[in-house]
């Protein structure tokens, strides 16, 4: 059975505080991993796919990383806009459905 | 720019009444999903399509029903609805590499 599990749970930084997010993962033949983003009352935005160990991406102040156990979502002097929660998410060789974790909810203050 | 929509942002209804939740992406994708949010939950998986007229149970299936007559719609049905379906219902579509979308959800509140 695949299992994704995050932390922290919740995470508070200052504007400009950098900072990581850690999505840990158990699967059979990972086809992908997953970031979204997800405010509040809405629902999850795509932000990147991880697809081997090794692989980086980045987008704006965002740069998710990926190893054979983990990935993390690095988050360079972050925003209050960047607060949200963010959501990781794997695709198994054996499965139809994506297995998503409980989601880091990431609070930015002024 | 991919785009899945879904017939309501919110819905309040009774409980007993029949609820048709709609969903449709505008990119062909194959597989289509509906899940449930709660808090403290995270995402459940309801009810899952890989092609049209075919549908799979997902890890809560009871007291929903779906139905997908067209590759792009995929609605999920609450034959019944109950206090204990008051929800965050998602639909998502997803690319053959696994890139799943969603849509903005609907927020149900039965009374």
């Known amino acids: 059975e695949d299992q994704v599990t995050q932390s922290p749970e919740a995470l508070r930084l200052q504007e400009g505080e950098s900072s990581s997010l850690n999505c840990s993962y158990t699967?059979?033949?990972?086809?992908?991993l997953f970031w979204y983003r997800q405010d509040p009352g809405k629902g999850p935005e795509f932000l990147f796919t991880?697809?081997?160990a090794g692989e980086e991406k980045e987008k704006e102040r965002l740069k998710a990383t990926l190893t054979k156990k983990e990935s993390f979502l690095h988050i360079t002097a972050p925003k209050p806009e960047d607060s949200a929660t963010y959501l990781c998410?794997?695709?198994?060789?054996?499965?139809?459905?994506?297995?998503f974790g409980k989601g880091t909810k990431l609070s930015v203050i002024p | 720019d991919v785009k899945v929509t879904q017939s309501s942002r919110y819905l309040v209804k009774r409980t007993g009444e029949k609820v048709f939740l709609e969903c449709v992406q505008d990119?062909?994708?194959?597989?289509m999903f509906w899940y449930r949010q709660d808090p403290g939950l995270g995402l459940r998986l309801i009810y899952f399509?890989?092609?049209?007229?075919?549908?799979e149970k997902g890890d809560i299936p009871e007291g929903y029903s779906v139905s997908r007559e067209k590759k792009e719609r995929f609605s999920l049905i609450l034959e019944s609805a109950s206090t204990n379906q008051t929800s965050m219902y998602l639909c998502?579509?997803?690319?053959?590499?696994?890139?799943?979308?969603f849509g903005p959800g609907t927020r149900l509140t039965v009374t």
């Open positions: 998502a579509s997803r690319t053959r590499v696994g890139e799943q979308y």
């Open positions: 699967v059979s033949g990972l086809r992908g």
């Open positions: 991880l697809y081997s």
């Open positions: 998410a794997v695709l198994g060789a054996g499965s139809y459905q994506l297995t």
């Open positions: 990119m062909d994708h194959e597989n």
């Open positions: 399509s890989y092609d049209v007229k075919m549908k």
